[in-house]
């Protein structure tokens, strides 16, 4: 019933940008906190940035860097991750994850989300 969609990944030189979507739906949008969380190559899931849609707190993760921006269309039951500045340790496969807020204690922690997409590939290279 739930559906969560990751799209806008891609390869992008250093220093470049990309801006990702994640569009859900079958869920109360306001209820849900909606975060990116990325996977490198054999390494472990890592939380980018998340926003709490009933008041739209944004809170990100150290690797962010001030790099990205999180915007949410409540309207469209979608969230943007507008990366900027990449770096080729950011190439990772992207994750859209939703968990509810009233339950969430870590924003960060991939056992706190319902929902997840099924990723978008980002490829940071020369």
């Known amino acids: 019933d739930v559906q969560i969609v990751e799209s806008g990944g891609g390869w992008v030189p250093p220093g470049g940008s990309l801006r990702l979507s994640c569009a859900v739906s079958?869920?109360?949008?306001?209820?849900?906190?909606i975060t990116w969380l990325r996977q490198a190559p054999g390494k472990e899931r890592k939380g980018v940035s998340c926003?709490?849609?009933?008041?739209?707190?944004?809170y990100y993760s150290d690797i962010v860097e001030d790099r990205f921006t999180l915007t949410s269309d409540n309207a469209r039951n979608t969230v943007y991750l507008q990366m900027r500045r990449l770096k080729p340790e950011d190439t990772a496969v992207y994750y859209c994850a939703a968990g509810l807020s009233s339950v969430l204690r870590n924003p960060f922690a991939t056992d706190e989300y319902d929902y997840w997409g099924r990723g978008t590939q980002v490829t940071v290279s020369p």
């Open positions: 079958g869920l109360n949008f306001d209820d849900y906190a």
């Open positions: 926003i709490t849609n009933h008041d739209g707190d944004i």
